[in-house]
């Protein structure tokens, strides 16, 4: 048997992991296929390859300025000049970061890094091959699901996804939502991720941002968009990015140079982040040479894209395209680089919504695919309601408005919510619809901490009526102060309509026995804004089923009161009113784990037949009666 002497075994590790790092050499070719930036000098010249108009790459000349040393760690960045006719016009372009960079025919990296703003000639930053090759052969984690187990394009329509795994045996990504199950917060959950994830304003050079091509986005969808994404280096534009159909001509795989579409929505709405492919090997390729979030291991769709224009600007340049061909899944998006596989079917979701009473609307009933992610889908849902009912039923006057989703969850079943609201003089878009419980449940079931969970579907109705359907909650007076035990309190409410003439309803609460010889505070809400209590949940089934009871009757009055035992919340179940030393045999000798107090309320529901806006507390006194 033959022995190798350890530093012989090292110097061929190192070899080979040097070898592994690039390019396949040519065949009968003694000549790297990549260049470091140790052997590259100023004034070198070279070219790269991009889309500037349709799919076919073409060349641009490129000249060295110089090489920046650990411009991040472990990583140097090389400093280029793009003299080109267009480059020389548009200066830096978002859009065209991956576009491969070569010297002496061999491959440099990547196109990928600009000036902040005003950048008066065509200078770029460009990120090295070697730390991007990384990545490409950088393997999936075990068990990161949902790509296990999802066979090669196209995806075969009965193709079953894994059963859920255990968050336990997984790492919980940087893109979930941390709060507390059951609560989430859309808003929340964006600011987290900007404090996370958004590049350094103050650095001058920083990666060219990826432009996020909207189609069937609104003006104020739009906005909303810009104020989530755009400090995470996405810039969201009107700009199209969604055929309609796939082109029959579009080429069957992606290409060194060619284009590189995220797909974030698809369909009726959509919206597709645009970049450029570095290098393709097999059936993965590489590109941006610059992360598009930074989220680690991912899974978005990915799509050949069609470049329609170079749009030039003073402030950042951009390409403008749009979906041709959807292709792959975005497996990592790293520091260096986003890398995708052609093989692997996305995890994605259909949402389609339904329009009701919006008379003359152009369109009423509307099909997309949603990307799932964990902090993605709830926003990307938000957007298209928003875009929806900005496109169909966009009027200046008065509106009541009730949107019905059935949500489907992959081995859960589906919850019916419901979601509604009064506008006066708008209709409400994508910002309305942050808090909206589809979206709030879309948030908590992607970020539960207990299992993967996958929505397998949305269907929605928005029913739309153009009338200020409110009652202004104008004040309440209690018309017997002092009431026997057992018997009726009456309230008289006041409720202002927006047009017309003062209502006034008079409520009987019950004031039981346990009452007698003390005085009660009455709240009176909107049965809407009353939520039951629930105990906290403790796995996804809890979680479900916690948000089909989220609050009362909507177009109702709630009368309330606290009653003096409360009540206790273990293992899922909430029971009300028990005794003080009920709670105490509940409360385990000999675990950290027990019931919980909660407040317990005597409620009376009293039906409207309009919303109630506003809230109000009288004070009532119950006389003993003796007998």
């Not at 709060?179 to 650095?203: C, I, K, N, V």
């Not at 400090?231 to 534009?237: E, F, I, K, S, V």
């Not at 479900?544 to 899922?572: D, M, T, Y």
């Amino acid at each position: 048997m033959r022995h190798v002497h350890a530093p012989t075994a090292a110097l061929a590790a190192g070899l080979a992991l040097s070898l592994a790092l690039t390019v396949p050499m040519a065949h009968g070719d003694d000549k790297p296929r990549t260049i470091a930036p140790n052997e590259i000098r100023e004034g070198m010249k070279g070219y790269g390859l991009t889309v500037f108009k349709g799919t076919t790459p073409e060349r641009f000349d490129v000249e060295v300025v110089g090489v920046l040393h650990n411009f991040r760690p472990s990583q140097e960045l090389i400093l280029v000049k793009t003299p080109h006719p267009r480059l020389n016009v548009t200066k830096n372009v978002r859009g065209m970061s991956g576009s491969p960079i070569y010297f002496d025919g061999r491959l440099a990296g990547a196109y990928a890094y600009s000036w902040a703003m005003f950048q008066v000639e065509p200078v770029a930053g460009v990120t090295p091959i070697a730390p991007m090759l990384a990545e490409l052969r950088r393997p999936i984690p075990p068990g990161f699901w949902p790509l296990e187990g999802q066979g090669p394009l196209p995806r075969a329509a009965a193709a079953a996804r894994p059963a859920p795994r255990p968050h336990a045996e997984l790492d919980r990504p940087a893109v979930d939502f941390h709060g507390e199950p059951g609560h989430y917060d859309l808003a929340q959950h964006a600011t987290q991720m900007h404090a996370r994830f958004a590049p350094d304003p103050s650095r001058p050079l920083r990666p060219a941002a990826t432009p996020l091509m909207l189609g069937g986005v609104g003006d104020r969808t739009a906005a909303s968009l810009r104020g989530v994404f755009g400090p995470l280096g996405l810039d969201p534009m009107q700009a199209g990015g969604g055929a309609a159909t796939v082109d029959p001509a579009a080429p069957q795989h992606f290409v060194d140079g060619g284009s590189l579409g995220v797909v974030l929505v698809s369909g009726d709405v959509s919206m597709m982040g645009l970049g450029t492919v570095t290098h393709v090997e097999g059936s993965r390729a590489v590109g941006f040479g610059h992360p598009m979030m930074e989220s680690g291991t991912t899974a978005l769709p990915t799509a050949l894209a069609r470049v329609l224009w170079i749009f030039a600007s003073d402030q950042h340049s951009s390409k403008i395209g749009e979906i041709i061909r959807p292709l792959g899944t975005l497996v990592q998006d790293r520091m260096s680089s986003v890398v995708l596989d052609e093989r692997i079917a996305p995890p994605i979701f259909p949402l389609s919504v339904e329009l009701r009473g919006a008379v003359g609307a152009p369109k009423t009933s509307w099909r997309t695919q949603v990307a799932e992610d964990r902090f993605m889908s709830p926003q990307l849902a938000a957007a298209v309601y928003g875009s929806v009912i900005e496109a169909s039923t966009n009027e200046k006057r008065d509106v009541t408005w009730k949107l019905t989703s059935r949500v489907t969850v992959r081995g859960r079943g589906t919850l019916e919510l419901d979601d509604f609201g009064v506008s006066s003089g708008s209709m409400p878009d994508a910002g309305d619809f942050r808090g909206a419980r589809v979206v709030r449940f879309l948030g908590d079931v992607l970020n539960n901490p207990w299992e993967r969970a996958s929505i397998e579907r949305v269907e929605s109705t928005f029913s739309v009526e153009y009338t200020n359907d409110v009652w202004r909650l104008r004040g309440a007076e209690v018309l017997d102060p002092v009431v026997d035990a057992g018997r009726s309190a009456r309230v008289r409410v006041r409720l202002q309509p927006n047009y017309g003439p003062e209502v006034t309803r008079v409520l009987e609460v019950p004031m039981r026995e346990d009452l007698a010889g003390k005085e009660v505070t009455l709240e009176i809400a909107p049965g809407y804004g009353v939520s039951p209590e629930v105990a906290a949940p403790r796995n996804l089934a809890d979680l479900i089923a916690n948000a089909g009871r989220q609050h009362l009757l909507p177009r109702s009055l709630v009368v309330q009161h606290v009653v003096a035992s409360p009540g206790v919340a273990f293992e899922g179940h909430v029971a009300p009113e028990l005794p003080g030393f009920a709670l105490d045999l509940l409360r385990p000798q000999s675990s950290d784990v027990g019931p919980e107090a909660v407040p317990s309320y005597a409620r009376a529901v009293f039906p409207t037949e309009k919303y109630v806006e506003g809230s109000e507390r009288v004070k009532v006194n119950v006389r003993r009666v003796l007998r």
